[in-house]
C-alpha cells in the first residue's frame, strides 16, 4: 500500500459519514420523465440553501492536502496576498476572501504537517480568529513593516529555501501583480528574492484532489444539473420554441433552486439545435423537426462546487417514432467514445491515453477530428485546476481528481466547410467522473439514449 493509498483512507474515513448521508438515492436512473423539482422537494437532495460546508471542508483540505501538496512541489512555504476589489483567485481557498486591506497569508511547512498565519489589519483580527482558518492571526502595523515586512521576518526565522508565490503560467495561481511582486521582493530582500518559485504546481496538486466529502457534493449537483437539462426539453414545442428560450427556463430554474452559474452567466448554458457554435450564447433559432439538440450547462453550489454535463436530444418529425438511423449511429458513436475514455480513467493513467482511447474509436467510426480535448477537470471551476486529457497531457490520472469529458461524432452539414469552420455538427457526449483506486465512477447516472421530443406538442400556459 502505498502512500497516496494510505492518505486516500483517510480522507474516505474523515468524509465517509458526511458523504454517505449526501449520496443516498443518487446513483438512480437518468430521470426519465420531467417534473420539475419543487423548492419543497428540493429540501433534501437537491437543497443547497442551507448553510454552507464549505468553512469545514476547506479545514480538512488545508490539513490533510496542503501538506502533501507543498511536499511534492518541493517547498518549504507558500505566500498569497489578499486584498479587496482585486482579490487572488485563491483567496476562497485560503481563507482570505473576506480581506479588506492588504493582508498576507503564510504557510509553512513543518515535517508532515503545515503551520498558518494571516498577517492582517487590525479592523478585520476579531472576524479572522472566530473564523478559525489560521493557526494565528497577527494585526500588522505600519511600524512593524506591514504584512510584507512580517513575512520577510517569518520566512528569515524559518529559513525556507523554497517560497512559492502566486505568479505563474497556471491562472488560478497567478494571483500577484507586478505592484505586489515587486514590493514584496523589496521586503523579502535580494537572498530571499531568489528563493521564489511559481507556486503553479503545489496549486495543481492541491485543488485537483477533492475530498470524499467534496465528491458527494458533487454528484448531488450534477444529478440536478441533469435533471434541469430533462426538465427544459419537456417544453420544447418544434416550430415554436427557440434555443433562447430553454436558456431563460434554465435561469430561472436555477434562481427558483438557489444555484448559480458554473461558468461565465453569459454563455450558460449552451443551448444549440442547430449548426455548431462553440462555447456561445443560446441563440434566437427555432428549434425544426429533425433537430439534434445539445445543452451544455453547469451549476455552482454554496458558491463553491461546479458542474459542466451535456444532454442531448432529438426532434421527432411527424410520423417519426425514432431517430433516423444516421441520428441513431452518430450518438452510439459519440457514446462509445465517451465510455471508451471512462474505462482508460484509472489511476496512473496519463491523460493523453484516456484521449487517445476515445480519439481511437472516433477514427473507426467515420468522425471528422475535433480540436478539442477528450476532458478537463472540474470542480471548483467548470475548467479547473488538474490534468487535461487531451494529447499533450503526461500528467498521471490519481484518486479523487474530478473530470467532465466527451465522446465525440462530428461531421460536416450539407453545404458545410468542415468541423468547426461553419456548417458543422458535433455530438459531444459529456459526462462527470472521480477517479478511485481502481478506475473512475460516473457521479452521475450516464445519458444512454437520445432524449425524443415528439412531434407534436402543445405546452399549456
Not at 486591506?101 to 498577517?119: H, Q, W, Y
Request: a neutral charge.
Amino acid at each position: 500500500m502505498n502512500g497516496q493509498t494510505m492518505t486516500w483512507m483517510r480522507w474516505t474515513r474523515v468524509g465517509c459519514m458526511v458523504a454517505l448521508a449526501m449520496t443516498v438515492g443518487m446513483l438512480r436512473a437518468e430521470p426519465t420523465g420531467a417534473q420539475p423539482v419543487t423548492r419543497a422537494e428540493a429540501r433534501g437532495e437537491f437543497d443547497f440553501t442551507g448553510p454552507s460546508p464549505w468553512p469545514g471542508i476547506r479545514q480538512e483540505r488545508i490539513r490533510a492536502l496542503l501538506p502533501a501538496a507543498m511536499q511534492a512541489a518541493n517547498v518549504d512555504a507558500w505566500v498569497t496576498l489578499v486584498r479587496e476589489n482585486a482579490n487572488d483567485p485563491l483567496a476562497l481557498h485560503v481563507g482570505g476572501e473576506n480581506a479588506g486591506a492588504l493582508s498576507a497569508i503564510l504557510f509553512l511547512r513543518e515535517g508532515a504537517s503545515v503551520r498558518s498565519v494571516i498577517l492582517a489589519g487590525f479592523g478585520e483580527a476579531i472576524a479572522l480568529r472566530e473564523l478559525g482558518v489560521h493557526d494565528s492571526v497577527v494585526v500588522y502595523t505600519a511600524e512593524s513593516g506591514g504584512p510584507l515586512g512580517g513575512v520577510a521576518e517569518r520566512l528569515k526565522r524559518a529559513n525556507a529555501q523554497r517560497i512559492a508565490i502566486n505568479s505563474g503560467n497556471l491562472p488560478m495561481a497567478d494571483g500577484l501583480s507586478a505592484s505586489q511582486k515587486a514590493a514584496l521582493e523589496r521586503a523579502l530582500g535580494p537572498e530571499l528574492s531568489a528563493r521564489l518559485v511559481s507556486s503553479g504546481e503545489l496549486v495543481s496538486y492541491w485543488l485537483a484532489r477533492k475530498l470524499p466529502a467534496e465528491v458527494a457534493i458533487m454528484r448531488r449537483a450534477a444529478a440536478l444539473t441533469s435533471q434541469l437539462e430533462h426538465e427544459a426539453y419537456a417544453i420544447v414545442q418544434p416550430g415554436v420554441t427557440r434555443d433562447s428560450d430553454l436558456a431563460v427556463f434554465l435561469k430561472r430554474r436555477m434562481r427558483e433552486l438557489g444555484v448559480t452559474d458554473g461558468w461565465s452567466p453569459a454563455q450558460n448554458p449552451s443551448v444549440n439545435s442547430g449548426p455548431d457554435r462553440g462555447h456561445s450564447h443560446a441563440s434566437d433559432r427555432v428549434i425544426q423537426h429533425g433537430d439534434v439538440i445539445q445543452i451544455d450547462f453547469g451549476i455552482k453550489v454554496w458558491g463553491v462546487w461546479g458542474t459542466d454535463i451535456q444532454r442531448f436530444a432529438y426532434v421527432l418529425r411527424p410520423g417519426e417514432a425514432a431517430p433516423p438511423a444516421e441520428v441513431q449511429r452518430r450518438w452510439d458513436a459519440a457514446r462509445r467514445g465517451n465510455r471508451a475514455a471512462f474505462a482508460a480513467m484509472k489511476p496512473g493513467v496519463p491523460g493523453a491515453a484516456v484521449d487517445s482511447a476515445q480519439r481511437v474509436l472516433m477514427t473507426a467510426d467515420g468522425s471528422a477530428s475535433v480540436p478539442w480535448g477528450t476532458g478537463h477537470s472540474v470542480g471548483y471551476w467548470a475548467h479547473d485546476v488538474g490534468p487535461g486529457l487531451n494529447r499533450s497531457t503526461r500528467r498521471a490520472l490519481e484518486p479523487g481528481m474530478t473530470f467532465a469529458f466527451d465522446g465525440f461524432h462530428a461531421w460536416t452539414l450539407p453545404g458545410g466547410r468542415g468541423v468547426w469552420g461553419e456548417g458543422s455538427k458535433t455530438i459531444s457526449v459529456e459526462e462527470m467522473a472521480v477517479i478511485t483506486e481502481t478506475g473512475a465512477e460516473y457521479l452521475v447516472p450516464p445519458q444512454e439514449t437520445l432524449i425524443l421530443i415528439p412531434a407534436s406538442r402543445v405546452i399549456q400556459p
